[in-house]
């Protein structure tokens, strides 16, 4: 790979003490969509901040494109921030909150109107250019603050957030834009979330931050099938985590009563809900278990059926909508193949 | 009928201490002087009905003194009011920077010269500027000067005392606007390239006009009317508007012409006032919630 966009090498941030960030890597390739999902005190935020310059790293080293910004501040770093609040200069309209970072840089006036045109039109929002923030609504606001920012071209785009203000009709929406945007600008973009739904949509790689170490960073479908750790299966989704004895034999036997025969041999497993089915009769010796129906609940696209094991333990497991689904209180039989067997090293 | 109750006590309040003792003062102001407790005839009376006279505002018109007090008085206040601002818009942004702790201690001691008597103060600067006093016993000890300066009874005196004693008006409302804003808008001015000197001059300062406005008039209005801090630090020669008042009210004992001179001070004054309420509806209106509208509009259909 040529020189990355971003690099972080053993950054560390404490605040009073208490580390909010741990010694951590992490790097983003030119043009590449990283989601950086964790929950609140994850670190997330203070990462973001710690690149725009608005925070210092108590030690490593930011670099971007292979040059060291640690010491730089804020208004020399060549990244841009879209704000979780989009912080727009209430005082100025849209053409001149866009406007603001271009006449910093010194760009002639008539370039100016020629860019700043262009971005509104990108986000259509070209008959809006003379209004002031407040005559917008939430969405009009959170396109302003993005172009505002691409408007410079920066070559990384950090965004905190940037759809957690909207309502969830807008979300979903917003993010196809959001991705339509990262792809025609060519810009990295460094997305800081705490929805696993919304990084799993949107990035071309995920990176799960838990109390300032990277717990695991690849692309989403990879994390979502095989995570890594207990904690980031739990994160990304309802996962059944099954925690297992290691046989001499090579075969796994779970605390719930069943023997595993995984792909490959881990002390504990992530199994997805989906991944489980109904069999008829009894279930089989190995990647199989009887169990108890608890609950069940019509998903739309399936049923949630929440099921007791032997050990009184509960997993979820997801049944399609088209079958008949079992009552609460029916013994039921499951099955599932090696491969769904997700092995977790801690 | 709930909301009208609530207003009440408000709209009463109003009337009894703003609306009822302006309407007093504008009957005395188009009243006739005449020997007598009080001394004036009423400008409308039961048994003579209206008596009333404009003679007093003509007078004010066609006599250059009073005019220049008032425009003298006007000029004190506003000079007053911004070297307030000036002062005060530093130290706004300390407090404002400062931690909690830090924060409560400074504003108490903004708040402290209020403890000590304002007469004892002044007399403190009189002590401190009079010819003998300790600023020019330093001068002269020091070989500065021989003679001692005349600082006391001057403008810069009377500024002194203006500014010592008005000072705190002006830091309260600026460091309570400057508290309330949003340091992200800050941070996003610096990310898109400003140097702090730029984010200060084009976010910060911009979106604390209010604050500043709010601290100009509660400093300007009491100012413009002011009379003992002048009378005793300020020259003698000076004449404002405070000392024309209290001339034609205890000496002269012309109780309508110092009711039409403060009606003219009143009248004055709403100018100032008109212009910065514009600038402060402007703020409050950009601070405003944005007018509400479904999640699914387009954007750019509305206009």
Redesign the interface.
């Known amino acids: 790979m040529a020189t990355p966009l971003l690099r972080l090498a053993g950054v560390t941030k404490r605040f009073g003490g208490v580390p909010a960030l741990d010694a951590l890597d992490l790097t983003v390739a030119p043009g590449e969509f990283l989601a950086l999902l964790g929950g609140s005190g994850s670190g997330k935020s203070t990462l973001l901040r710690i690149v725009?310059?608005?925070e210092s790293a108590d030690a490593g080293q930011v670099l971007l494109q292979g040059r060291d910004i640690g010491a730089l501040?804020?208004?020399r770093?060549p990244?841009?921030?879209v704000?979780q609040?989009y912080?727009?200069?209430?005082?100025l309209s849209v053409f001149d909150n866009v406007a603001?970072?271009l006449r910093?840089?010194g760009v002639p006036k008539a370039e100016i109107a020629r860019r700043v045109a262009e971005a509104l039109a990108l986000?259509?929002?070209?008959?809006?250019a003379a209004r002031?923030?407040?005559?917008?609504?939430?969405?009009?606001?959170q396109?302003v603050a993005l172009v505002?920012?691409l408007v410079?071209r920066p070559p990384l785009l950090l965004l905190d957030e940037p759809l957690g203000a909207?309502?969830a009709?807008?979300r979903e929406r917003t993010g196809f834009e959001l991705r339509a945007l990262q792809r025609a600008t060519g810009a990295g973009f460094v997305m800081v979330t705490h929805d696993q739904a919304e990084a799993l949509a949107l990035a071309d790689r995920v990176a799960v931050l838990e109390t300032g170490r990277l717990a695991q960073v690849g692309p989403p479908r990879e994390l979502y099938e095989r995570p890594a750790t207990r904690s980031v299966a739990a994160f990304l989704g309802a996962a059944n985590i099954l925690e297992g004895r290691v046989r001499a034999d090579g075969a796994v036997e779970c605390g719930a009563g069943c023997l595993l025969r995984p792909a490959h041999v881990a002390p504990a497993f992530a199994l997805r809900p989906e991944r489980i089915r109904l069999v008829a009769g009894d279930p089989p010796a190995e990647n199989g278990i009887a169990a108890r129906v608890r609950d069940l609940a019509f998903r739309g696209d399936g049923w949630m059926a929440v099921v007791a094991l032997p050990n009184g333990g509960e997993w979820r497991v997801t049944l399609p909508a088209d079958a008949a689904p079992p009552a609460p209180g029916d013994p039921v039989a499951l099955a599932w193949a090696p491969e769904a067997l997700a092995p977790l090293s801690a | 009928m709930r909301r009208a109750l609530v207003l009440l006590p408000p709209f009463l309040w109003l009337l009894l201490l703003v609306a009822a003792p302006v309407v007093i003062l504008l009957g005395i102001a188009v009243s006739e002087g005449a020997p007598g407790v009080p001394p004036f005839t009423p400008a409308i009376s039961l048994q003579d009905g209206w008596r009333g006279t404009a003679q007093n505002l003509l007078t004010l018109a066609q006599d250059g003194y009073y005019a220049a007090a008032l425009l003298r008085s006007v000029l004190v206040a506003g000079v007053t009011a911004t070297l307030c601002l000036l002062l005060a818009y530093p130290m706004a942004l300390g407090i404002a920077a400062a931690g909690e702790r830090w924060r409560v201690l400074l504003l108490a001691l903004v708040l402290l010269p209020f403890c000590t008597g304002f007469l004892p103060r002044l007399g403190a600067w009189i002590g401190l500027l009079r010819d003998g006093g300790w600023v020019n016993g330093v001068l002269i000890a020091l070989g500065v000067t021989t003679e001692p300066l005349p600082l006391l009874y001057s403008d810069g005196a009377m500024y002194l005392g203006m500014v010592h004693a008005y000072l705190p008006f002006a830091v309260l409302p600026l460091a309570a606007t400057l508290l309330r804003r949003d340091m992200s808008v800050e941070e996003a001015a610096a990310d898109l390239g400003a140097s702090p000197w730029v984010v200060f001059r084009s976010v910060t300062l911009p979106l604390s006009l209010p604050g500043a406005a709010a601290a100009f008039l509660l400093v300007f209005i009491p100012a413009a009317g002011e009379f003992v801090i002048p009378e005793l630090l300020g020259p003698p020669e000076a004449l404002l508007v405070g000392r024309a008042l209290w001339g034609e009210f205890f000496q002269n004992r012309d109780w309508p012409l110092a009711a039409a001179l403060a009606v003219a001070l009143l009248a004055l004054l709403i100018v100032p006032i008109r212009v910065f309420q514009g600038l402060d509806e402007g703020g409050s209106r950009r601070g405003a919630s944005p007018p509400a509208r479904g999640p699914g509009e387009r954007p750019g259909m509305s206009k």
């Open positions: 725009a310059g608005f501040p804020p208004h770093r990244v841009s921030m704000f609040s912080a727009l200069f209430p005082h603001y970072g910093r840089d986000v259509g929002l070209e008959g809006l002031r923030p407040a005559q917008l609504s939430g969405g009009q606001r396109r505002r920012s410079k909207l309502d009709g807008l």
